[in-house]
Nanobody
Framework: QVQLVESGGGLVQAGGSLRLSCAASGRTFSIYNMGWFRQAPGKDREFVAAIIRTGSSTYYADSVKGRFTISKDNAKSTVYLQMNSLKPEDTAVYYC????????????????WGQGTQVTVSS
């Protein structure tokens, strides 16, 4: 059992940056593969980024490659999403998620989810 709490969302101008954090509690954080997803109004939840439990491999949606970076700090039991060059179309609720067994772009592969944090990018 893992509990996830996101933070760091807010309002930012286009071209600006935000860093989201997801703090985990419960079982040992280092055994989990982690992902970030987002959901905009009227749209399905979509994959943003993922990192395997060792932190040695990362994966990104094409829409955020070169702008977003996922990382993790096992000592702090926290996963981060650094978002640069933000665009209005990045506006969404961002969720972190944990998977015990796989790293995937599919929401169905993840067992634990945070409550979400709102990111709003103004033009």
């Amino acid at each position: 059992q893992v509990q996830l709490v996101e933070s760091g969302g807010g309002l930012v101008q286009a071209g600006g940056s935000l860093r989201l954090s997801c703090a985990a509690s419960g079982r040992t954080f280092s055994i989990y593969n982690m992902g970030w997803f987002r959901q905009a109004p009227g749209k399905d939840r979509e994959f943003v980024a993922a990192i395997i439990r060792t932190g040695s491999s990362t994966y990104y949606a094409d829409s955020v490659k070169g702008r977003f970076t996922i990382s993790k700090d096992n000592a702090k039991s926290t996963v981060y999403l650094q978002m640069n060059s933000l665009k209005p179309e990045d506006t969404a609720v961002y969720y972190c998620a944990a998977s015990r067994f796989t790293s995937s772009s599919s929401t169905q592969a993840y067992d634990y989810w945070g409550q979400g944090t709102q990111v709003t990018v103004s033009s």
